[in-house]
């Protein structure tokens, strides 16, 4: 005999209907009717005897036949939790942040949490803090982002600057080490051994980046690729007496951990102004912008350092810019440093439709694709009728 097993719907009307179709004249199955179906359909013979009971009581109650429908989706349907959006809607945020705690205000089981989240019922989202923004600093934000537009007289519409002669100053923060690393090693390879004298206080060293966009070809071949260099600010200093590592006077280097504006200046003086002349393409603008953000050890743009820069007969004219544009460029290649300065330039559109909040998501423009496919622009097109408004806004508040 053939183990039980669930039948479908369609299985289940398929033998009411061959049952009928065999009855004989006292309105039973012909004998041997049920031993071929459960053969036919690979049940045992109870089965088909209950389906045969139930179409009878069927017939005597409604003296008609009722669809059968399968006893597992009857199952399923009865043991599923209904998603209440209103009830979800209406938790605290407070309690938003586990699972259990959600589980909790609803009344359900964690399992029900973790289905809804698979079939994307509920989604996950990690929320950033965002900055107090008073009516300067929006003020501040449109006044920037409306900097970078020019007007286009052949298409009757405003766009974002090429930004060739553009160069994105910003620091980083890197640790000498981690307090745990992660290694692949063969079957039997040592393990490496590494030690420091406290885990609270692991060297770190800061590095300045200096990059600029990126520059193609029509045949799509690298001519600029944006990256300027990126250097550490260390010292090096005499080792005040001897040990087992060196000797009394040696030279040693260490991380300035106090980073002033004598030391960018120095930097700027020493690496950044000299690799920029050797990097920087001859096809480009002489005129170039140093775009920083707000941090205080910045030099300013009326530094006197930057003031003799352009009093001296150089080959390029270094002008200084702030924002509050923070953006990390370093390790990236030609083509993610495009993409990053399309994503900035949709970002500044997100603010100035906003009046220059932060509560926007970074739009999606499928950017991957569309290098794929040569269709990524340089630059995009705005609305002349948002940046019209930007800019009554702002005289008007001026």
């Known amino acids: 005999m053939a183990p039980s097993k669930n039948l479908s719907t369609q299985q289940r009307t398929q033998i009411m209907q061959k049952l009928l179709f065999a009855l004989n004249k006292k309105g039973k199955p012909v004998l041997g009717t049920i031993n071929a179906l459960a053969i036919e359909f690979q049940v ?13 009581k069927q017939m005597m109650n409604n003296n008609k036949i009722i669809k059968l429908n399968s006893k597992r989706v009857d199952r399923q349907a009865s043991n599923k939790i209904h998603f209440d959006e209103e009830k979800f809607k209406a938790i605290k945020y407070e309690l938003k942040c586990t699972q259990h705690s959600v ?5 359900v089981s964690q399992t029900t949490m973790c289905k809804w989240k698979n079939n994307k019922v509920i989604r996950k989202h990690t929320n950033a803090i965002k900055p107090t923004l008073n009516e300067n600093n929006k003020l501040h934000w449109l006044s920037f982002a409306l900097s970078k537009c020019e007007y286009d007289e052949q ?24 307090e745990t690393q992660t290694y692949y090693l063969a079957p039997g390879e040592v393990e490496p051994h590494r030690e420091c004298h406290s885990k609270r206080f692991i060297p770190k060293i800061m590095f300045i980046c200096a990059v600029a ?11 600029f690729d944006g990256k300027i260099g990126i250097w550490p600010f260390i010292t090096q200093e005499p080792a005040k007496r001897s040990s087992k590592n060196r000797k009394r006077g040696e030279l040693q280097t260490k991380p300035i951990q106090s980073i002033t504006k004598e ?10 102004l000299p690799t920029l002349r050797e990097k920087w393409s001859q096809g480009l603008s ?23 820069l352009q009093y001296q007969k150089v080959a390029y004219n270094v002008t200084q810019l702030f924002t509050a ?27 100035m439709k906003r009046q220059g909040r932060f509560d926007y998501h970074i739009p999606h423009m499928n950017k991957t694709k569309a290098a794929r496919e040569d269709t990524l622009p340089d630059y995009l097109n705005m609305e002349k009728q948002l940046v019209l408004l930007i800019h009554f806004n702002i005289y008007s508040q001026s």
């Open 44 to 56: 045992c013979r109870k089965t088909i005897t209950c389906l045969w009971n139930e179409v009878k």
């Open 103 to 107: 589980a909790k205000q609803i009344e």
């Open 155 to 178: 298409n009757d519409a405003f766009r974002f600057k090429p930004y060739t002669n553009i160069v994105h100053i910003d620091e980083k923060h890197f640790y000498l080490t981690r």
């Open 213 to 223: 966009k990126p520059i193609f070809t029509t045949n799509g071949d690298v001519f």
């Open 263 to 272: 030391h960018i200046r120095a930097m700027f003086i020493t690496n950044v």
């Open 286 to 308: 002489k005129h170039i912008y140093i775009q920083q953000d707000n941090a205080k050890p910045y030099i300013a743009h009326n530094d006197r350092f930057i003031q003799a």
């Open 325 to 351: 544009v923070n953006n990390a460029f370093d390790n990236l290649s030609p083509h993610c440093l495009r993409f990053v300065f399309i994503t900035l330039q949709a970002c500044m559109i997100e603010v």
